[in-house]
């Protein structure tokens, strides 16, 4: 069985354990994950890459499990020394071990090696377990516009930021005004992306943000449309719940883009025309009606990754509706 998962950060790298767990015995398994880059970011003069190495990391093992992000058993001196210096942003917190990913991928792509291979290359270490592409070789970044805050130059000027700064150093505390993955329009998918589609069994959408992860990867020319023809299962699982999203702000950049923040809601986002079966959480069961109206085929169970376990059981599930919608 060829799997073909679109992941963004966290809940999408937290869902590929539970997948990789839940697929163990079934012979001939492949699983390639199209990873979302418009969070990239140049810091310090590296190229940072934070879905792809949550992604490498977690199932690597080096994964700090209880930030989610960055390297276990870190240490944050360059960090220290930099802010000594006065060299800024001081509010981005790259750790000791992680620089060193940083500085390799940087390294390699002054050399003239694209970021697939560059991807290629820093996973021989890890040794995910799974095939990881980047959705572009091509840079993409996503930014967010704001309504600069009191108390900041600027205040009350409308402006864009990049969705780092939104995110970590805002702490989307500030409404989201508009998302825009700047460059996806004129970038081409990774080698080998379309080619993971077109060859896949099953596409599965993690609990990833709709719109900054896996909808940035689906603003690369070719990318929706390739999903959207490849005449499989496409299943999705909710990263909403109760009206809530499970962790970071799904629903401020639900806003910005228009869709409210609720498991249906999402899913309509996604549309009929993409998505062939979704999941939500039990506390939405009432949802399910709704998400079959749109031409969705929908089922409430379990939602939470409170441990590799649960994230196993989510992944069955993703697995077993698929296998419905195909019969």
């Known amino acids: ?18 997948l990789k767990r839940a697929v163990t015995d ?20 590296l190229k940072v ?12 093992g080096g994964i700090d499990e209880e930030r989610g992000w960055g390297r276990t058993d870190e240490t944050f001196r360059v960090k ?28 390699m792509l002054a050399a003239g090696y694209p970021l697939s291979a560059v991807t290629e290359a820093l996973c021989d270490r890890w040794q995910p377990g799974v095939r990881l592409l980047p959705m572009s070789d091509d840079r993409i970044e996503t930014h967010v516009a704001i309504t600069v805050p009191d108390g900041e130059e600027g205040a009350g000027e409308r402006r864009a930021v990049h969705f780092q700064e939104f995110w970590v150093r805002l702490r989307a505390a500030v409404p989201a005004h508009a998302v825009v993955p700047v460059g996806a329009d004129q970038a081409k998918p990774a ?12 596409i599965l959408f993690p609990p990833s943000n709709p719109v900054v992860s896996i ?3 689906l603003a690369v020319p070719g990318v929706r449309e390739a999903i959207a023809e490849a005449g499989v299962p496409v299943v999705g699982l909710s990263p909403i719940v109760g009206g809530a999203p499970v962790r970071g702000m799904a629903d401020k950049v639900l806003a910005a883009v228009g869709v409210e923040s609720s498991a249906a809601a999402v899913a309509e986002h996604y549309g009929s025309g993409l998505l062939d079966g979704w999941l939500v959480d039990t506390a939405d069961a009432d949802a399910v009606d709704r998400v079959e109206q ?18 196993a059981e989510m992944a069955r599930r993703a697995l077993a509706l698929a296998e419905e ?3």
């Open 80 to 107: 220290e020394e930099l802010a000594a210096y006065g060299a800024g942003p001081g509010w981005f917190g790259l750790g000791d071990r992680d620089f060193a990913t940083h500085i390799v991928r940087t390294q």
């Open 215 to 217: 909808g940035t990867i």
């Open 1 to 18: 069985m060829r799997i073909v998962v679109l992941a963004g950060g966290i809940g999408g790298a937290r869902f590929l354990r539970g």
């Open 294 to 311: 749109a031409g969705i085929r929908c089922r409430a169970v379990p939602l939470m990754m409170s441990d590799p376990d649960a994230a």
């Open 191 to 202: 080698p080998g992306v379309l080619e993971a589609i077109a060859a896949a069994d099953v």
């Open 325 to 327: 919608v195909r019969a």
């Open 26 to 45: 079934i012979d001939g398994t492949d699983i390639t994950v199209i990873g979302n880059t418009g969070d990239d970011i140049h810091l310090f003069g």
């Open 49 to 60: 890459c934070p879905d792809l190495d949550t992604v490498m990391y977690t199932l690597g």
